[in-house]
């Protein structure tokens, strides 16, 4: 009897033993979901403001061409060549959305435009109406950006930033500056395509997406595209009149149309494929486009549904509860029958504690594979993450940032100084940037160069004040490799420069005609006084030829580089290229090289504008003089290509040909292995682009000395379209 009392008593402390651990199970998994709630809810905090960054930088990169566009000489006197500048920067800018630019007279009775296609034209209309023209008119906004509200038009959500333009800029047409105002620069954005292409792409979790809205509470984006361009308090009750959006509509209105960044949850009615009443979870960050913080601030938001959080935590309890809820009938209903078997109880007992160990095991390993799937978000980025304190010692950091600074796991890095990694003088100046995030408790922005093992870096980064611990500061840091975009716009200043000094070129080819003219002019009249057969009379007719073929030369070399009205559409190859040979003979002469020509007859006319097939075939014969150096054969041959609609045109040297560990390199803007002051590096690279332009391919094949010293050289193959001549097809604006 005692042993039964015992093991009874036993019973009743063991089911309550259990329903305390299930309450402390179930209190548990409440906190735990919390946590990782909110910790997930940090992480699209993180996206967001990633996403605000990227778009206010693309507003900002607008706002700098539209500036730079503005200061060009061709823009401000409306010359004939208005179009060039804005054909250079457009493709620059038509990532970011801009389809459309325009150039107003200062009367406001002609648009001078420009689309995406680099297709240029002209308006007629009463322009002076608009909003963005009286203000840009006005003199107190001179130097100013004008930003619109966004409005539908074109079948699109577009907005637009103007900025008057004054006669400041001086060129050889313009020598002195009037100040008077010319007009008015508009650029016209699909303000859609500008922020989709930064929301499109991010994936919070499994289905969690981004949306942007503007300060109106207008969806400029949304994975759902009849969302697009409607009211978001409408929309949503349009589409699930019986769920009530109270929360989200408090939390758009008074947070995030007020500029304010955050995190909280909503119900929503439904979730991509998903319906019904929704818990999402919702992070949220503002958009400045302007410097003034309160004008035209948009915000975007990072949303997911909780379910899928709250999946992985509780399909771990609730089948421990089951688990635990079945050995509490067990006990009850084989409570008497264990009385009479202690052994099989006993065994019973041990059993049901080997399961609940190894369910406990499969929980902790559940809860480490949700913890690596969280951390993806962060190692799939494909920017430098990382956490460092005031010390300048990094304590995490991802993937790719250890890739980045050449380690293969982030744990290598961890523990070093920013020091370590970086020259002092770029260490110096990120260290200022913590110490001002912490100092202020707000994100710091900037772009920078940095040096690292000898190398010069572009970064964009963001410092972002995260917490405290044990009373010392911990920034979250964000940066982006920019190099190749700082490099795009270091290429286009010096295209620019190349460009002025080119006219520079032609200016001083005109001087010259001046003294050639008069020395012809007296050579003439000393002929007519000199016996014919003297030896004076010879002499007089030798400098009278030679100043014959001085301005012959001079004649082309100005043809040459001045610009024409109109870009031709096709070209006859063999006419374009004896006349840039006219030019450069004289030069082959001088520097020992013999020329030989095969130019094939009737050739069709190829795709490309002369002038600029020009520029290519001369920079193509001026690498080729270079690299013969003491003397040797050009050869200069055209014919129809083996490919059917095509013509080639092939440039053959008896050089040194081109080094192997060159060979990948000749083709990128700035490289070079002249000397300093011989060369740009930037004639192959422009080259490649006029070609490339016009759907032709430009190669080459090289033998070095070192590979064949009986046979060397190089030869640059151009491969152009053919053009199937047609009635009203030969020309384009």
């Given at each position: ?17 259990l ?7 179930f ?7 919390n946590i990782?709630?909110d ?15 990227q ?5 900002t990169?607008?706002?700098r ?8 000489p ?12 804005i ?5 620059s ?8 630019t ?7 009775e ?14 007629k ?6 909003d ?6 006005l ?5 100013r ?13 577009v ?18 500056s009037t100040?008077?105002?010319?007009g ?8 859609t ?6 929301a ?21 984006y949304h ?6 361009g ?9 589409k ?13 209105k ?5 500029g304010?960044?955050g995190?909280s ?9 998903m ?24 915000s975007?938001?990072?949303v ?7 999946g992985?935590i509780r ?33 019973a007992l ?8 190894e369910d ?10 949700s ?12 920017d430098l993450?990382?956490t ?7 304590l995490s ?15 290598e ?14 260490a ?14 707000k994100s710091v922005s ?15 980064s963001s410092f ?8 010392k500061?911990?920034i ?15 290429q286009?200043?010096?295209t ?9 070129a ?11 003219a ?13 016996e014919p057969?003297s030896?004076n ?7 009278e ?8 030369i ?15 559409y ?27 020509k095969?130019l ?13 097939l ?18 040797g054969?050009?050869t200069v ?15 053959t ?16 803007p ?19 682009g ?6 032709g ?9 070192e590979?064949s ?8 193959i ?7 001549e047609?009635?009203g097809i030969?020309?384009?604006?």
């Amino acid at each position: 009897m005692k042993a039964k009392k015992y093991i009874i008593i036993f019973g009743i402390i063991t089911i309550l033993l259990l329903v305390c651990a299930l309450f402390i199970g179930f209190m548990s998994a409440k906190r735990m979901e919390n946590i990782i709630c909110d910790d997930f809810n940090q992480q699209q905090l993180v996206l967001a403001k990633q996403i605000a960054s990227q778009i206010e930088e693309s507003v900002t990169s607008i706002k700098r061409a539209l500036l730079t566009l503005s200061l060009s000489p061709s823009i401000q006197y409306l010359e004939p060549s208005w179009a060039n500048p804005i054909g250079i920067i457009m493709p620059s800018i038509r990532n970011n959305g801009v389809f459309e630019t325009r150039l107003i007279d200062a009367k406001g009775e002609t648009a001078y435009l420009v689309d995406n296609k680099g297709t240029s034209y002209t308006l007629k209309g009463n322009f002076d109406n608009n909003d963005y023209f009286k203000w840009c008119s006005l003199k107190e906004n001179k130097g100013r950006i004008y930003t619109s509200g966004v409005i539908k038009e074109y079948g699109k959500l577009v907005i637009r930033m103007a900025m008057p333009v004054y006669q400041e800029s001086v060129d050889e047409a313009h020598p002195l500056s009037t100040h008077h105002f010319s007009g008015v620069l508009v650029f016209v954005i699909d303000t859609t395509s500008m922020v989709g292409k930064v929301a499109k792409g991010i994936k919070s979790g499994k289905t969690g997406y981004a949306w942007v809205i503007n300060n109106k509470g207008i969806f400029l984006y949304h994975p759902e595209k009849q969302f697009i361009g409607r009211n978001a308090f409408e929309v949503r009750r349009e589409k699930k009149p019986k769920v009530s959006f109270a929360r989200i509509n408090f939390i758009q209105k008074e947070r995030m149309l007020q500029g304010k960044e955050g995190m909280s949850w909503y119900i929503s009615g439904w979730h991509r494929e998903m319906k019904g009443k929704i818990k999402k979870l919702i992070a949220y960050a503002p958009i400045y486009p302007d410097k003034n913080r309160s004008k035209n601030c948009c915000s975007v938001a990072v949303v997911a549904p909780v379910n899928e959080i709250q999946g992985a935590i509780r399909s771990v309890y609730v089948r421990q509860f089951y688990v635990m809820l079945s050995i509490i009938v067990a006990i009850m209903f084989l409570g008497g029958y264990i009385m009479n078997f202690e052994s099989r109880w006993t065994q019973a007992l041990k059993e049901e504690v080997r399961i609940k160990t190894e369910d406990l095991r499969n929980s902790t390993e559940k809860l480490k594979k949700s913890e690596r799937k969280y951390k993806s978000l962060v190692e799939g980025a494909e920017d430098l993450i990382f956490t460092i304190d005031t010390e300048g010692n990094y304590l995490s950091m991802n993937r790719y940032a250890a890739q980045f600074f050449g380690a293969k796991f982030p744990e290598e890095l961890i523990g070093k100084n920013m020091y370590d990694l970086f020259s002092k003088s770029s260490a110096d100046l990120q260290m200022g940037f913590v110490r001002d995030a912490c100092r202020t408790k707000k994100s710091v922005s900037s772009k920078y160069p940095v040096e690292i093992g000898k190398r010069e870096y572009w970064f964009s980064s963001s410092f972002i004040n995260i917490r405290e611990q044990g009373g010392k500061c911990h920034i979250l840091g964000i940066s982006r490799d920019i190099t190749q975009r700082k490099k795009a716009e270091e290429q286009m200043y010096q295209t620019e420069k190349l460009a002025s000094l080119g006219k520079l070129a032609a200016g001083v080819a005109h001087e010259i005609n001046n003294p050639i003219a008069i020395i012809l002019g007296f050579t003439d009249i000393l002929l007519e006084r000199i016996e014919p057969k003297s030896k004076n009379y010879e002499i007089l007719k030798i400098i009278e030829r030679q100043g014959a073929n001085c301005k012959r030369i001079v004649e082309d070399l100005m043809s040459f580089a001045r610009i024409p009205e109109k870009a031709e559409y096709s070209t006859d190859i063999n006419q374009a290229l004896e006349k840039i040979i006219s030019i450069i003979q004289n030069t082959l002469l001088t520097k020992k090289i013999s020329l030989k020509k095969d130019l094939t007859d009737g050739l069709p006319r190829v795709r490309g504008d002369p002038g600029e097939l020009q520029q290519v075939f001369m920079n193509l014969i001026n690498n080729a003089i270079a690299a013969m150096d003491g003397g040797g054969t050009l050869t200069v041959s055209t014919k129809i290509s083996d490919y059917t609609n095509r013509v080639d045109i092939l440039f053959t040297d008896t050089g040194h040909g081109i080094k192997e560990e060159y060979r990948d390199k000749i083709f990128d803007p700035f490289f070079t292995t002249r000397k300093v002051g011989e060369g740009t590096g930037l004639g192959l690279s422009v080259s490649y682009g006029i070609i490339n332009r016009y759907r032709g391919e430009i190669r080459f094949e090289t033998i070095t000395e070192e590979e064949s010293r009986e046979k060397h050289g190089t030869t640059f193959i151009l491969s152009l379209p053919i053009v199937r001549e047609t009635k009203g097809i030969g020309q384009r604006a």
